[in-house]
Nanobody, 132 residues
Framework: VQVAESGGGLVQPGGSLTLSCTASGLILEDNIIGWFRQAPGKEREGVACISSGNGIPYYPNSGKGRFTISRDSAQNTAYLQMNNLTRDDTAIYYC??????????????????????????WGQGTQVTVSS
């Protein structure tokens, strides 16, 4: 299984950015997908999650109201649309994929990802920098 994020970059405060998460070796629709971010000196935190099957999204406080997670089954790609970005959104953004419900719980509740970083399928991350 390979997971790869893309779409990061430099954006001004108030701007928007859409990240992509492509996967090979598995079917995204059959799995839970979580978007996480990690800022320097901080723990990795979930910002958006989507269930397997019917694709119900959930947003922890960090992503609520400004972030939208979606999934394109034909492209086997997940997306994270981010609007009204602030400097606090500066971080490396990661996509995690797993068929187990624990990924949804970790993503939705802010539980530490440290013990799962070798068990979920993670991408290498993409840097998002919000700066004027």
């Amino acid at each position: 299984v390979q997971v790869a994020e893309s779409g990061g970059g430099l954006v001004q405060p108030g701007g928007s950015l859409t990240l992509s998460c492509t996967a090979s070796g598995l079917i995204l629709e059959d799995n839970i997908i979580g978007w996480f971010r990690q800022a320097p000196g901080k723990e990795r935190e979930g910002v958006a999650c989507i269930s397997s099957g019917n694709g119900i999204p959930y947003y922890p406080n960090s992503g609520k109201g400004r972030f939208t997670i979606s999934r394109d089954s034909a492209q086997n790609t997940a997306y994270l649309q981010m609007n009204n970005l602030t400097r606090d959104d500066t971080a490396i953004y990661y996509c995690a994929i797993d068929h187990r419900a624990i990924l949804f719980r970790v993503c939705a509740t802010g539980q530490s990802t440290a013990q799962f970083e070798s068990s979920f399928h993670w991408g290498q991350g993409t840097q998002v920098t919000v700066s004027s």
